[in-house]
């Protein structure tokens, strides 16, 4: 089966653009998470979606907002870049909300 | 709040050697517990997976474990070879609760010596 695919590999912005950035789950996976991911640090949670809502965020400020449609892809927006949003964006996806989560290969999000 | 500790955060063995890596919970209701491998520049990748209902598992060069009274899971890797070389995460999480509860460890550097 096709895994997790995340759109763009790379993207470059200047601070105060906007960004954003895309996920396919696996085929049957209805649930999605993102993270952020620091350059040499762990794995921060962003936001889940399941069924096409919104379930969780983590610490984060409002201009990190996201959404899920109806093939259950999903899409993570970041308003208002700042340098330190640079980082690696995983999104994964389970099958359920009680599932083993599988991860992309990520967007390395670059704000100059 | 809750966390998970994971420790050490580097490891070096020389090659063929077994590497141990430690996790430390604070949930009590943790259910779930896998173990992620993050080769550079690539994703994390579920390597082994264990739920509170067992205290080992085993994959072959791999196995965790699990003390549900103290509170901690451990990756052990036999034989490790260069290629086992990444980061690992560790992760304690509730299925079933209907909210997240994935909490993810700092991770581990392992780097084995040819």
């Known amino acids: 089966e096709a895994g997790v695919t995340q759109s763009p590999t790379h993207l470059i912005k200047t601070r105060g653009q906007q960004a954003t950035l895309r996920c396919s789950p696996i085929s049957g996976h209805t649930s999605v998470y993102w993270y952020q991911q620091a350059l040499g640090l762990g794995l921060q949670f962003l936001l889940w979606y399941d069924e096409g809502e919104e379930r969780n965020r983590g610490n984060f400020p409002p201009r990190f907002s996201g959404r899920q449609f109806p093939n259950y892809s999903s899409e993570l927006n970041v308003n208002a870049l700042e340098l330190e949003d640079s980082a690696l964006y995983l999104c994964?996806?389970?099958?359920?909300?009680?599932?083993?989560?599988?991860f992309g290969n990520g967007t390395r999000l670059t704000v100059t | 709040g809750e966390n998970v500790e994971q420790h050490p955060s580097t490891l070096s063995v020389q090659e063929g050697d077994s590497a141990v890596i430690k996790c430390t919970y604070s949930d009590s209701a943790s259910n779930y517990f896998p173990w992620y491998k993050q080769e550079l520049g690539k994703r994390p990748q579920l390597i082994i997976d264990i739920r509170s209902n067992v205290g080992e598992k085993k994959d072959q060069r791999i196995a965790v474990t699990l003390n549900k009274t103290a509170k901690h899971f451990s990756l052990h890797i036999t034989e490790t070879q260069p290629e086992d070389s990444a980061v690992y995460f560790c992760a304690a999480s509730i299925m079933g609760s209907g909210t997240y509860k994935y909490i993810f460890g700092t991770g581990t550097r392992l780097k084995v010596l040819a």
């Open positions: 994964a996806s389970s099958r359920t909300s009680d599932s083993p989560l599988h």
